[in-house]
């Protein structure tokens, strides 16, 4: 028998699996083989004493940084749903031809599709908040031009008051959907805080595979899937 063989089974035999075959006659006539199983007990018997690390209880610091309840931050998304409904009921009347802004059917149509499209957006960012994020630059966008060519429209004479006023609705709207982004962000974003341990030593995030300070990190005894062995 050879040395890798007989340590092959001794390897098995302290895991506690068959043997694949008998390597007491060799070890008996062995002293290179007694060396390596008499080291392999005590790193064994090493392992199996040592207590284990000491872990941080993180219980609190992962509470007080756990994402608000749901029902916090309704109050903005409660207000955001109420101006969709306005922006809808506003599509609506253009696309029904009652509020007749412009007098060109079409031109009414475009308007309205957009409205009506507007306030589906903040439907949908009321009922998924983290869907505001994609919406904001785009809306924007829009708010920030209309405004321009309102303030122009007006100047000129060319829009009255009552008209400006419907553009309120999708203003509003901007910045509740940028406020409900920002709410959802900040309990969503916010990283955990370090954790201190039992020893006073301060730890970012979990300890479990980490080993104590001053204390090296065990070897760990394992038998190779190829049947070779290092000593």
Not at 34 to 61: I, K, N, S, Y
Not at 112 to 119: E, I, Q, S, T
């Amino acid at each position: 028998m050879k040395c890798e063989q007989c340590r092959e089974a001794l390897s098995a035999r302290l895991d506690g699996e068959a043997e694949p075959v008998s390597p007491d006659g060799h070890l008996a006539g062995c002293a290179a083989c007694q060396e390596w199983f008499a080291g392999a007990q005590r790193l064994r018997r090493a392992m199996l004493l040592r207590p284990a690390p000491p872990v941080p209880d993180l219980t609190e610091a992962i509470l007080e940084r756990t994402p608000a309840p749901s029902g916090e931050g309704w109050g903005l998304r409660i207000a955001l749903a109420v101006v969709a409904i306005g922006q809808l009921g506003l599509a609506f009347a253009q696309l029904l031809g009652t509020a007749g802004a412009h007098g060109v059917a079409h031109l009414d149509h475009e308007s309205g599709a957009w409205n009506l499209a507007v306030g589906i957006g903040l439907l949908a960012a009321v009922a998924r908040p983290k869907t505001a994020a994609g919406q904001l630059p785009l809306l924007t966008g829009f708010v920030g031009v209309l405004l321009v060519l309102s303030a122009g429209d007006l100047a000129a004479g060319q829009v009255t008051l009552s008209r400006l006023a419907t553009h309120l609705l999708v203003v509003l709207g901007l910045a509740l959907l940028y406020a409900v982004h920002r709410h959802h962000h900040r309990d969503r974003g916010t990283p955990l805080p370090a954790a201190t341990a039992d020893d006073g030593a301060t730890t970012g995030g979990s300890t479990v595979d980490t080993p104590a300070a001053g204390r090296p990190r065990p070897r760990v005894f394992r038998r190779q899937a190829h049947g070779r062995h290092a000593a």
